[in-house]
């Protein structure tokens, strides 16, 4: 354990070394997270216990993305605890928050990943449901609420964001950051099935490298959390491997269609406009395309409901939302909207 001090204040944080013995771990947080953890585990399948109440240490990965994923990170670290008796080692994202108060049984758990580590069993750790797909049920559908991705194999490509959105804390709480080279990922590459690049935002070179490489070997690979400015800086050999056949979906989160939202979330209209323009051309190519988008969003405390259902509809095969959140949690407040948004 040590002491830290970050964006958003200080505290004390474990580290993975500080874990003991058999370790029991479930994810509430993205693939992102998820895969981070799953790389060590398959690093270290000899410390894997997939009975909670049987491991020496329980961890919880946790989102942060918004008061409605933080009030389900610290629902689930609490069952846990009631189930357990023990104490929750919380990473993921959410450990990084120094200023959200979280439940004495909880300590914060600092970044666990094995960088270049093959993930040859998703199962050592556990995935929990979405928490905002309310009957969920795991299926081979793979576009069905709540399913993008999760059946597909996670390459692990890199981690971190240098954006600047106004909205997120991404580069703040996924610790170091990294990216991998693709020629040195082939070989895992070809060991799995239902590929996709796995990065909180890969790179422009990466993604015209793995371009090349799934067109070269002849395989299909997707492509999730590409921004629109990335997409559009390798639009030529993304619509190039669209038209070859070799890429099966493409995930570029837009957050709006409202031109003075994307200005207030310091996004690019310009670069939002180009890239919903070449998702619609590799939609037409046969590629599925999904998306992310941040309902009522505050502008100078005016809400903007920014929801246009039928647009999301008609030009994506899958998308999710988030409802805006301003980064200050309250657990009362988070309670009742995710009663307004998701339900009992």
Request: charged content about 30%; aromatic content about 10%.
């Amino acid at each position: 354990m040590k002491k830290i001090k970050n964006i958003f204040g200080e505290g004390e944080i474990y580290g993975v070394e500080d874990l003991e013995g058999k370790v029991y771990a479930t994810s509430a947080a993205c693939m992102s997270v998820w895969s981070d953890f799953l790389s060590w585990a398959n690093a270290n399948p000899d410390r894997i216990e997939k009975d909670a109440k049987k491991a020496d240490s329980v961890v919880v990965l946790g989102c942060q993305v918004t008061d409605l994923a933080i009030l389900n990170d610290i629902k689930v670290a609490t069952k846990l605890h009631n189930e357990t008796g023990a104490d929750i080692y919380m990473g993921g994202c959410l450990a990084q928050r120094m200023d959200i108060e979280l439940p004495p049984f909880i300590r914060r758990l600092d970044v666990v990943r094995t960088v270049g580590q093959e993930i040859n069993d998703r199962n050592l750790i556990d995935y929990e449901s979405p928490y905002w797909v309310l009957d969920f049920e795991e299926t081979k559908e793979n576009l069905k609420d709540g399913n993008l991705f999760r059946n597909y194999y996670p390459l692990k490509i890199g981690a971190g964001c240098h954006g600047k959105c106004k909205y997120c804390t991404i580069k703040h709480t996924r610790g170091e950051t990294y990216a991998t080279i693709p020629e040195a990922q082939i070989e895992e590459f070809l060991n799995h099935e239902d590929v996709v690049l796995i990065s909180d935002s890969p790179t422009v070179s990466q993604i015209k490298d793995w371009c090349a490489i799934a067109k070269r070997l002849e395989k299909q690979i997707s492509i999730r959390n590409i921004e629109p400015q990335t997409l559009v800086s390798c639009s030529e050999e993304v619509i190039d491997l669209a038209m070859s056949g070799y890429l099966d979906i493409l995930h570029c989160p837009i957050q709006s269609f409202d031109e003075d939202v994307l200005k207030a979330m310091n996004r690019s209209v310009t670069m939002t406009k180009k890239a919903l323009e070449i998702m619609q051309t590799i939609r037409s190519l046969g590629v599925k395309v999904a998306t992310n988008i941040i309902i009522d969003y505050k502008i100078d405390e005016k809400i903007i409901p920014n929801h246009d259902q039928k647009r999301l509809v008609k030009e994506f095969d899958y998308y999710s939302w988030n409802p805006y959140f301003d980064g200050n949690f309250n657990m009362e407040k988070a309670k009742e909207r995710f009663k307004k948004y998701i339900g009992e």
